[in-house]
């Protein structure tokens, strides 16, 4: 007789999150746990991403550190809600690899537009934290590849996903300009703008595989001290 295995239901609860979204959503709670219990402001100077931080004392690591620190715990479940909702369909349709590099490159280059505009306007020491760049890089991919697929508006209302985006980006260009909320437009359109580039170049730009360069730079500095020495005792010419 042949019996079928279902699976169990933590199985079947896990299998909603692939690998990428699943390590990201750990690392950022376990992070915000852990800065939870540490003193908050020698925490931020560290790792929360700053002008002064960055081009002062030389915190290269600010610019992918912030990613990872959220003021509290709305701020997190909110960050990590969306993740979930527009990040595990695109590393199902990407591949884990894939999606990661995007969600760090929007990160990053939300990171880089913040550093550029708070230096042009003199907020040196304006510390600025949270995944809101990567995620809105998220958002912004999902629009551009599903824009006619049916999303929850603040997981509310449903609606297209590119008239989702539309909204979010009149929004965040009205946030810009008006009063001071606290929250970062700069780095919400950034991640969104580099997104946008990212995937109208055609994912073109390629995370480069240093350990994979070094095996082929030896393996022709190699190749070359080979033919030089068959060269000096007789040998004939190499066709490769």
Excluded at 71 to 87: E, K, Q, R, Y
Excluded at 152 to 180: C, R, S
């Amino acid at each position: 007789m042949r019996y079928t295995r279902y699976p169990t239901r933590r199985a079947a609860f896990f299998g909603y999150f692939p690998t990428g979204v699943k390590w990201l959503l750990l690392s950022n709670t376990i992070i915000f746990i852990l800065t939870s219990l540490a003193p908050l402001a020698p925490v931020r100077t560290l790792f929360a991403i700053t002008w002064a931080g960055v081009f002062h004392n030389f915190y290269i690591w600010q610019p992918f550190t912030y990613m990872f620190l959220h003021g509290g715990i709305w701020h997190l479940l909110l960050n990590m809600l969306t993740l979930w909702m527009f990040g595990v369909q695109l590393e199902q349709d990407w591949g884990t690899r894939q999606f990661l590099k995007y969600y760090f490159i929007c990160g990053v280059g939300a990171g880089i537009c913040i550093l550029l505009v708070n230096g042009a306007v003199g907020a040196f020491t304006t510390p600025t934290i949270g995944a809101s760049g990567a995620i809105m890089g998220l958002l912004m991919a999902f629009g551009v590849l599903y824009p006619n697929q049916r999303v929850l508006m603040d997981f509310l209302f449903p609606i297209k996903a590119k008239y989702l985006v539309m909204i979010y980006v009149v929004v965040e260009l009205y946030a810009t300009f008006g009063p001071n909320t606290g929250i970062s437009s700069v780095a919400h359109l950034g991640g969104m703008l580099v997104g946008y580039v990212y995937l109208k170049a055609g994912r073109s730009f390629h995370v480069p595989d240093f350990p994979n360069a070094y095996h082929q730079w030896k393996q022709q500095r190699l190749r070359k001290k080979f033919q030089v020495y068959m060269r000096k005792h007789g040998g004939g010419p190499w066709v490769n």
